[in-house]
């Protein structure tokens, strides 16, 4: 593709040289001749002069001398526009490979690939143009929409739902049973998980999450939240929309998560924890359970609090020792 | 089976209607005509008169106008033991299937029922009725007792000893080498890991938990012990009986812990350190390597100390600036 | 294999007994007849006295009354030593499992044991002696060197590049897709994950641990370096030679780690860290995004700082109760 071809795609304004090829995207510091790359910030337009990438991406008003630019209104977005148009996913060839293991029952769309390995219990959907990679299990009932890609060895339990566009990584669990145990008679006896779990569209899972069923209603993750590898998302949680979850974070059961919230990683969440949109819960976080977050919130440190309060808290934390002589001084003295 | 076949089953005390007919369980907000459901606590016996449920379990002592109920000493357990008696538990087909690639050494009763693609190395044993789900792999010399179920791609290395009763869930690894090391010559030599593991009756592993083997000795998993998913057990700990554990919780090596414990989620133990029975670890909680924690002690906090002592420290960390302006005042005016 | 042997092997000095037969190792307290074990550290070699073991390696110098020994400058590497003379591992047949799936442009060295359900893809390359369990996934283009051991159910996406004598054990996930997403119009938009994922020699990595590919360069894992179970290694992280990294550590994108760094469990590691060499990480210690730690720190606590700076902070946090019952005293007095 020409660089002027692709900043006409991107609605872009180009500077310089518009009939390079572009062949490939990379890194500012990676990209070599027929690439391109995009710096965003003042450090990375700095750097860019050093680029041997033919074509940078940069923020509107921005030009860089002696280089070919192309001046969009938010660079790394177009980047990713940029590297679809450049590097079309290649779809693995349809059909159902002969080593796999598929109940009579089940239908699967003529486009979906399903790779060796590959287990489906009775009554599965599979949607149009869904990749199963080797190895993956669909239990009793499962469904799984069009244009998802699960990979190598993903595991999901019977009469689990998954939308469209889902992508899960490789050994992730979805729809495994919540952890209720009832203590009696001087042993725990295994409260029923017998609930669901929706995966809803464009949501991606990470390399062996977990993500439990409800044990008597539903567990949910709406639609384009995204899990980072090693999360663990419990019985009767509720995630809303385009959330972002780093990785080996923990969310106890019956917790309810907004929309657009936004998690570190290692972050740990008791039950019941409500947590409203557009929160932010700092990594390493814990939020006691039965809490209740609202709209907008940053929280930090473990029990979590607000940043602010944490960050005030926290200086005079650090100047422990000071206060403490002080202290004794004044003592002394008086 | 009629409302009152079940009271009479739960040893329960019928309020109403004894000739509804009850086909399923269900929680108190989800359950409909035809559905038992239970109520426990003053707030869901409040919410109780508006489930549209044919039967609640109450606790004793306990009626809700115009609704039919059965009066029990501990409804909770009672809901599980009806589940169990509702909803019994369908045992897929047993024998092995053609996928299946198993030693001629191994040791199969003729009620289990081994699923697609399960490897089962030489010397194996595995008991009656005993399910192994898809792709499970049995490494060399493993005993597997009666009535476990092992779901999909869950891996058990060669000579791990698991009881009866025993579920593991999808990807949980049971037996793989301790993480022992010892530096010499510019770089770390891998201790021998020889030693066993044994996962006694009654257990269940959540999905994608990961037990050791012992380096030299033996890690234990005792009977009734439950751990949550993404759960480590390191090389040689001893976990005694009836312990539930949550999710990503790590222990680690020759680390002993004792009937009866509980663990929140994330919570870390260093080695070798003991807890004694009837303990319980805060959530996110760390233990200093060594520790040792006496019988029935509630520990909080990294490094863990008693909760009541935790709490006494944090209520004037909290209040760190307000001390922090009156030391400044007095200090001031001295 | 006779203690004068051993003995002349270890470049050892023997007190006592040379005639004796050694047929295995085991810990000080599990040893038997015929068993070669070890002490090292005052309390063992106290306990020495009372091992069953034929032989117990010692520090120079030592000798236990009544017991043969065998004094070397470093038992416990002695010790490895011996048990891996003592118990040469066996190598599985090579040669192709029926069940496996490979593509015929992949390069399996003939001398590699490849196990029921491996599926290999396109133009992968596996080399001599190395052993890949029941159901690993090899994806297109990979390249795993000599000797390795890739344990049951190891998925590795393509194009990785696997050096020699690796082990990864059951359920590791190599060169899954980085966590990056670029929010725009009111989703997040998935950030291309192009890069490579590159694992040198010698390197362990432990169960059901992730590493992802690099989005735009190359994850790391240098040569030498152990990860235990259920590690998280984000896009484009470089760690450096001969490290070790405990169960349930996440260290998120870009990091850079030196060399011979030690970090406990669940330690965690913000973006953008620069750790150099030969520094410890306690468990649990929480590093903010984007800090630098010279070399030979110690690091402890969330936000993590220098241990004795962690320390002289936190005895004054456990005197709290009392700083502010003093402060209140000289309030009131004053």
Redesign the interface.
Known sequence: MKVRELSRLLGGELHGEGDSEIHG???L??AGPHDLTFAEGARAVGQAQHSRASCILVPQGVTIAGRTSVAVS?P??A??RA?EAL?PKSHPQSGI?P?A?VAPSARIAASASI???V?IEDHVTVGERTVL???V?LGAGCQVGADCVL???V?V?EGARIGDRV?L???A?IG??G?G????E???????Q?GGVRIEN?V?V???S?V?RG???TTVIGE?T?L???V?V?HNVKIGR?C?I???T?I?GSCEIGDFVMM???A?L?DHVRVADRCVIG??A?ILPGKVVREGATLW??PARPFEEFR??YV??????E??K??KE??D??
């Open positions: 995207v990379a890194g510091e990676e938010h790394k977005l980047f990713i590297a590097l490979h080593t293991v790779g060796p390995h287990v990679k080797a190895g299990f990979h190598p060895r595991t339990y992508i990584h490789a050994g669990v495994s049973d952890f145990y009832v203590f009696g001087g042993r725990q006896h295994k409260f029923p017998l464009d991606e990470g390399s062996n977990t439990d044990s008597l209603g384009g995204k980072d590898n090693l663990q419990a385009h972002v780093a990785a080996q923990g106890s570190g990683g290692q740990g008791g990594g390493q814990g440190g473990t005030r808290i005079h934390y650090s100047r422990l020792p206060m403490a002080l202290l004044l003592s003295r008086i």
